[in-house]
């Protein structure tokens, strides 16, 4: 199996965390990127998308696959998050939140598994994934990632062959929400849990 992986939201704080932990251990990887592109690293290409819409993540698949044929890994990293107070929530929240964090998660994932030879998926969570509880600023992105637990989950009992898992960190240094419990932890610590995930599948 070749070693190359997609990874999704790579301009981003933790994108780039994983790019390097990948590029540095002799993956090719393939970064997709929204706005600038980055500057060059070795074992890397920088792919430009907009995945605020469907029409954007289906063209951006389609116009690449055959440099994803051969990929092994996909982690899907990209999910912005909504950060507004409840009485100020509205239902494009909920779509917004929803289409960037799930939506867009399930037809990378679809794609993958139907034409690439993916061995293993990984899908940012955060920390608290799983946990019933009401939420004042990030109802929606919450809502959101429980649900990327869900898919995740259902994608595992369904394809036996493929390894799947959800990392769920907490928050990380420099990124801009951050945890009430005041939890932080390294990008990089991060990159290399997911880069353990992936490296048990082979």
Known sequence: MDKQILITGASGLLGKALVHQ????????FAQ????????????????????TLTGIRDFLVENSLRFKRC?????NYGPITY???????????YFD????????????????????VQA???????????????????TYAAAKNALQL???????????????????ASME????????????SPQSVALEVYERIIQQK
């Open 151 to 169: 898919m995740t989950e259902s994608f595992a009992a369904r394809y036996g062959n493929i390894g799947f898992h959800l990392v769920s960190p």
């Open 22 to 29: 990948f590029a540095a251990n002799g993956y090719h990887v």
């Open 33 to 52: 990127y929204r706005q600038e592109e980055p500057r060059y690293l070795k074992n890397c290409d920088w792919i430009q998308a907009d995945f605020s």
């Open 84 to 94: 507004k107070d409840i009485a100020d929530l509205t239902a494009e929240d909920f």
């Open 98 to 117: 929803f289409h960037h964090n799930v939506i867009t998660a399930f037809e990378i994932t679809d794609f993958f598994i139907k034409y690439t030879r």
């Open 121 to 139: 998926v990984v899908n940012i969570g955060f920390e608290e994934v799983g946990i019933i509880k009401p939420y004042k600023k990030i109802l």
């Open 174 to 185: 420099g990124a801009i929400v951050k945890s009430k419990e005041g939890k932080q932890v």
């Open 72 to 76: 092994g890994f996909l982690v899907n």
